[in-house]
Every structure is written in C-alpha cells, then in structure tokens.
C-alpha cells in the first residue's frame, strides 16, 4: 500500500469525519504526518483485522491519501489508466528483479512517495520481521516512519523518523525502543522485533 501525503496544512473534510469516528470508538490519533517527500512506513503491532479499518482511519485522520501495488498486468488497456488514476503503481511479477528492486525503483522514478508495509506480514503469530521494509529504505536512501496500533491505550499514529544507519542490530534497537509499551490486540500474537538473519547470543 502506498500513500501520497496531502500538502494542504488544514484538515479536510475526510479528515474532520475520521477523526470523529475514531473518537466515537474511544481512540485517539498522535503524532502527524512527516514533512518528508518520500519513507517507508511500517505498521506494527499487526496481530488483528480490525488493524486495517482503524489504522486506514488513523491514516486518513492525519492527513494521507492511500494508493496501492499491484500487478502490471492488471494495468494493461483499456483499464490501466483508470488505475493509475485511482492510486495503482505497477509492479512487474514475471520479471527476474525482486520485490525490493522494484519499490527501490518506484521511489526513484516519484517525486513523493510512501510505502506502507506491515513488517510481520501476516496478523498470524510470527517469531520474527521480514526484512523487505529495511532494504526497501537502505536501498532508496529514506527513512523509516513507525506507525502503531496501540489497543491498550486506544491509540494510534506515527512517531518520529528513524534514519537508517547499515548497523541492523543498532537499526532495530531503535525500533525496539519505539515499539516498547504499544500493545496489539491479541498481544500473545505479536512478533519479535528482530530478523531472521540475527545472530543471537
């Protein structure tokens, strides 16, 4: 999923309305919107479905129009314009160049551009990240939003960048700090903060 940040400073209409929904439901949006052209974003803790519908509102709230990837056949004639209108950027499946190749690409060839990628990759229980989010921003030079779902306080948003350093260990600790306290809604589901690549002691 990829979203484009609004440049209007005031609030919008689709804004006010999530905002209210959100409050209704007794949560309560933090942070703002980076004044960044382009970063990944990830989405963490990832542990419920009703992740998605809240955290879309969160997004909404603070300001983000939403577009999303898919595959390039989908976005041949006569629908391929419709698309691209609609938010689509392309993705080529069939090409020997990998997902991360290609988002690195994507971010080049976009004068604003946000990737949003839940770095468990599934609600269900995992024992560690996927790494495609860290090569994504190394290999495009942009940083790492943290974005969060936190059921224990009925809050959510963004917290500050996080500027890659190479170092993953020391890159992750950063995470970890961040992360720290934010409850998932099945909290016995979420994932360590670490790669699979880890050399742990």
């Given at each position: 999923m990829i979203a484009v940040p609004r440049k209007?400073?005031?609030?919008?209409?689709k804004q006010k309305l999530s905002r209210f929904i959100l409050s209704m439901a007794g949560w309560?949006?933090?942070?703002?919107?980076?004044?960044?052209?382009?970063?990944v974003m990830i989405g963490?803790?990832?542990?419920?479905?009703?992740?998605?519908?809240i955290g879309l509102l969160i997004m909404t709230a603070l300001g983000f129009e939403l577009h999303w990837i898919g595959k390039s056949s989908l976005f041949r004639w006569p629908m391929g314009w419709l698309l691209r209108k609609l938010g689509g950027v392309p993705i080529n499946r069939s090409t020997s160049q990998n997902f991360?190749?290609?988002?690195?690409?994507?971010?080049?060839?976009?004068e604003?551009?946000?990737l949003v990628i839940a770095p468990e990759g599934t609600r269900s229980k995992v024992e560690f990240w996927?790494?495609?989010?860290?090569?994504?921003?190394?290999?495009?030079?942009v940083p790492v939003i943290p974005g969060f779902v936190d059921y224990s306080k009925k809050t959510g948003g963004t917290g500050p960048a996080i500027f890659l350093t190479g170092n993953i260990e020391h890159d992750l600790q950063q995470f970890r700090e961040f992360y720290k306290g934010k409850?998932?809604?099945?909290?016995e589901k979420t994932g360590e903060i670490?790669?699979?690549?880890?050399?742990?002691s």
């Open positions: 209007r400073r005031y609030r919008t209409l309560k949006v933090v942070g703002s919107k980076p004044d960044l052209p382009k970063y963490y803790p990832h542990t419920s479905n009703w992740d998605f519908p991360v190749e290609q988002a690195v690409t994507a971010f080049r060839e976009h604003k551009m946000t996927r790494s495609g989010f860290y090569y994504i921003a190394w290999g495009a030079v409850i998932g809604k099945y909290p670490r790669f699979k690549q880890e050399v742990r």
